[in-house]
């Protein structure tokens, strides 16, 4: 048994090592995010990817193992020009101090591999007594390819907090075609025993005020965070439309974010659509445009998006995949498309978010294992 683990860490990380350039090595890398010159720009985001379980046995290697092979296949029929990890990427309550930033390395591989950029949300379970947000933050900031920063300072904020430009195929042009904000979810025992994260509230506000003022009119945005607002939960109560919102919906949304994350969203303007993970076995999007039950606040048609599991650790079998998005700069104010590509190569659940969405009918959602 120990000889076996022993052997399957041994070929795990000589992978992970062949495929690291040596720092030394490194190229320059381009990190202005940029329409492609036929005025697309596509995001994968990979959910809940959750390495480091139960490393001193065998199935627990063999997770990340599997882990690898689905970002890997995705990746093989996907062009993304932006990566996102969007929280849980590490199982922190099951690392050693020693080796528990190591398992950032071995999730980037890939990302490096093709030399694609990537930023970063942490989640709940991505900081514990021996794993720290800001080690994960310090080892990501080792590769060129890493966009993940911190732009909120405190110790009630959490660390992934802050915004991306992504700008147009025009070269020539300044301002930003579109904006990515990114927010931590926060979470492991060093959040368990604080309130707060308000800050990070009025950062948002303050910010998209600033941004809105700087260029002189509003920006189209995108926000990703990893645990979702409490709309999405009064949404699945009311009826989750197979057709409608098409998608798997297996699972409950556990804990949510608050009504002030919700209020704060809702006021933007120019936000397009949220997306969040959490929730392994769900993946559906819908149009926040009314009142939902148990609710103070009114939907003004923002969307928002599950992303299902995308790695073998963490709890459930669904078929592993990652939310693709696609933005077109001549529709970028009005819509765009969103699927998820999973571990076997398929697509699934493919739609247009648009004025129509939660009107428009799409085939039902297979609910499938692995």
């Keep these: ?56 046995t065998d199935w627990g290697p063999e997770q990340d193992v599997e882990s690898r092979t689905v970002i890997n296949t995705v990746l093989d029929h996907e062009s993304p020009q932006l990566v996102i990890l969007n929280g849980d990427l590490i199982t922190g309550e099951d690392t050693f101090l020693s080796n528990a930033t190591d398992y950032v390395d071995e999730i980037v591989a890939p990302l490096v591999q093709r030399n694609l950029l990537w930023a970063s949300t942490y989640g709940n379970h991505d900081s514990d007594y021996n794993l720290s947000r800001n080690a994960i933050l310090d080892r990501e900031r080792t590769y060129p390819n890493s966009l993940t920063t911190s732009m909120v300072l405190g110790k009630l904020a959490g660390v ?19 904006i990515l904000w990114f927010f931590d979810s926060r979470g492991g025992n060093y959040y368990q025993e604080l309130e707060g994260g308000s800050e990070v509230v009025s950062w948002f506000v303050e910010t998209n005020l600033n941004l809105t003022a700087q260029y002189g009119r509003v920006v189209p945005s995108l926000a990703f965070y990893h645990i979702p607002v409490n709309a999405m939960l009064a949404f699945q109560k009311q009826g989750v439309d197979t057709h409608e919102e098409p998608g798997i919906n297996a699972d409950d949304p556990l804990d949510q974010q608050g009504a002030a994350s919700g209020q704060a969203l809702l006021n933007t303007k120019g936000l397009l659509a949220t997306f969040s993970g959490h929730d392994h076995g769900d993946d559906w999007c819908f149009k926040w445009d009314s ?49 998820i590509r999973l571990e076997d190569g398929s697509v699934s659940g493919s739609v247009n978010l648009n004025a129509t969405y939660g009107e428009d009918a799409y085939a039902a959602v297979p609910t499938t294992y692995t």
């Design 1 to 56: 048994m120990l000889r076996g683990h022993l052997l399957l860490l041994a070929i795990g990380w000589a992978g992970v090592l062949h495929a690291l350039p040596n720092p030394q090595r490194r190229g320059t890398i381009n990190k202005r995010l940029q329409f492609t010159s036929n005025g697309t720009f596509q995001l994968t985001v990979f959910e809940d990817l959750h390495y480091g379980e139960a490393e001193d």
């Design 160 to 178: 992934s907090n802050y915004y991306l430009p992504v700008y147009p195929s025009d070269a020539s042009q300044s301002t930003p075609a579109v």
């Design 291 to 339: 009142k939902l039950p148990g609710m103070n606040l009114t939907g003004n048609g923002l969307n928002m998006c599950f992303g299902r599991h995308s790695g073998y650790g963490g709890y459930g079998s669904w078929t592993r995949g990652a939310r693709q998005i696609l933005l077109d700069e001549r529709t970028l104010s009005t819509q765009l498309s969103t699927w």
